[in-house]
């Protein structure tokens, strides 16, 4: 067994510890507890809070190249230690290591990109309509920030969270899932032995009373989440009560449309990627796969293949190729949508069964349900685990249909040699990220990230685009 950590909240500079009473369990071996650490009590979130707005005006007016400075020394911390961060990543979450790592380098060049952009807030000058009247733009930065992020990218969605509000001035308050502390917690501590001043990143631990604590707090100026629909819809409902920023990322159903005419063997690994790597639990997976007829079943049966082929075992194991599910809870909840599926008609061709493996874990079979319809609750409803459902259609335009149907849109993709089709799918499909010939998981650090509906709630997340969530506009008129 490895060693149990002990975590603390990161508050005002300084580790502030509590009782412990909440573990973190290792998925892929549920005797080994990765973590114990105390849940906050409202007077943490107050002082964390307290303390990022005391920090606020000083960091705010800072130099440019001081934030920058300190993000660059962040990125290379992180990738001086993307070995040992990558093994954590992979004992707490269930990631393999190579999915582990990489993940662990993505924050790298998230916070190495944004130190860059720190240097970069663009103004405009203007000329009036008035002679003698000079009109000029300011982004100033916004204030304190509140920032719950999920457990499936338990280092890469806090770097992109943190990254730029940090790096245009502002002070953050953040609360991890309760699933991954250690992994957000290890970043936390990277954090502050950079030299963040006291008060400039704060961390409280905890579940979902702990965020709500944040997200109502009248010192928070802007929230940013991503999680489920469910607990956005009420985060959203109170940031936007009392006027606070908020900006979300809440899933998604998406759609991958394999045509006749696709690279086949192209096409059968971008579903297997999308579809299975990463167990399942990626925001952007592909967990409706469209297929036109010609090629229906020989793609049916090809994926079905490849994903019983797939090595499922512990994230630490150099043989796997899927890990378990983040706890018992997720794992319940993919192989219920498996028997849902069954028997709303679904035809399963392999998977979809829990699996005993020489340590106690959260193992299931990678999934694919052939044969379903656009009705069926697993083609409506995010299950976030290794299932795959196959829809048959005629051709592209039911299949495009078919893919703006429910009410997601974060990624959608197409396989396809057609120039017309592709081209006509990224303009007509409903979903903030469209790929073609790729799979709808995998995006660039420096490229915006969201979705369209209900998928995201405000503005982009990741590359250029953070900079109009995290930076409010100053406009400026003078008379000489």
């Known amino acids: 067994m490895t060693e149990t950590l002990t975590l603390t909240h990161f508050i005002d500079g300084k580790a502030v510890s509590g009782t412990p009473s909440t573990e973190s369990l290792n998925p892929s071996d549920t005797r080994d507890v990765v973590a114990r650490f105390a849940e906050a009590t409202t007077d943490d979130v107050n002082a964390a809070v307290a303390a990022a707005r005391k920090a606020f005006p000083a960091w705010s007016a800072a130099s440019p190249e001081v934030r920058s400075d300190l993000l660059d020394k962040v990125s290379n911390i992180i990738a001086d230690r993307r070995e040992a961060l990558g093994k954590l990543l992979a004992r707490e979450e269930g990631k393999t290591v190579p999915e582990a790592t990489g993940e662990v380098m993505r924050a790298a060049r998230i916070f190495k990109y944004f130190a860059g ?179 229906y079943d020989r793609f049916v049966e090809a994926l079905a293949v490849k994903a019983a082929a797939l090595k499922v075992g512990p994230a630490l194991d150099a043989a796997s190729q899927v890990g378990p599910a983040v706890n018992e809870r997720q794992l319940n909840q993919n192989l219920s949508y498996v028997d849902i599926a069954v028997k709303e008609g679904g035809r399963l061709v392999t998977g979809g069964q829990r699996l005993t493996l020489n340590t106690p874990g959260f193992y299931m079979s990678p999934a694919v349900i052939a044969d379903t319809q656009q009705t069926m609750r697993i083609n409506c409803e995010e299950v976030f685990g290794p ?94």
């Open 117 to 295: 952009e720190a240097l970069r807030r663009h103004g405009l000058t203007l000329d009036s309509t008035r002679p003698g009247i000079e009109a000029s733009t300011y982004r100033e930065a916004v204030g304190v920030y509140g920032q719950i992020t999920p457990w499936n990218f338990p280092i890469a969605i806090p770097a992109w969270k943190a990254a730029p509000a940090l790096a245009f001035g502002n002070t953050v308050v953040m609360k991890p899932a309760e699933d991954t502390p250690a992994t957000a917690h290890a970043l936390a501590a990277i954090i502050h032995e950079a030299g963040a001043p006291a008060g400039v990143f704060n961390m409280v631990l905890g579940r979902g009373a702990t965020g709500g604590a944040i997200v109502n707090h009248a010192d928070v100026d802007g929230v940013s989440f991503t999680g489920s629909q469910k607990t956005g819809a009420i985060i959203g409902a109170a940031a936007v009560a009392r006027q606070a920023r908020v900006q979300m990322e809440m899933g998604g159903k998406n759609p991958l449309v394999v045509l006749d005419d696709a690279d086949f063997d192209r096409a059968v690994q971008c579903a297997l990627d999308g579809a299975f790597f990463g167990t399942g639990q990626r925001c952007t997976a592909s967990s409706r796969i469209i297929v036109t007829a010609g090629i």
């Open 387 to 480: 299932v795959a459902s196959l829809i048959r259609v005629k051709d592209y335009d039911e299949a495009l249909a078919i893919a703006n149907a429910g009410g997601l849109g974060l990624s959608a993709g197409i396989c396809t040699n057609s120039l017309k089709y592709a081209r006509h799918y990224q303009h007509n499909v409903r979903a903030g990220m469209v790929m073609v010939n790729l799979p709808t998981a995998g995006v660039d650090y420096h490229v915006p990230f969201g979705g369209t509906r209900r998928s995201s709630y405000g503005a982009r997340e990741q590359g250029f685009a953070a900079v109009e969530f995290y930076t409010q506009i100053k406009t400026v008129y003078s008379w000489s």
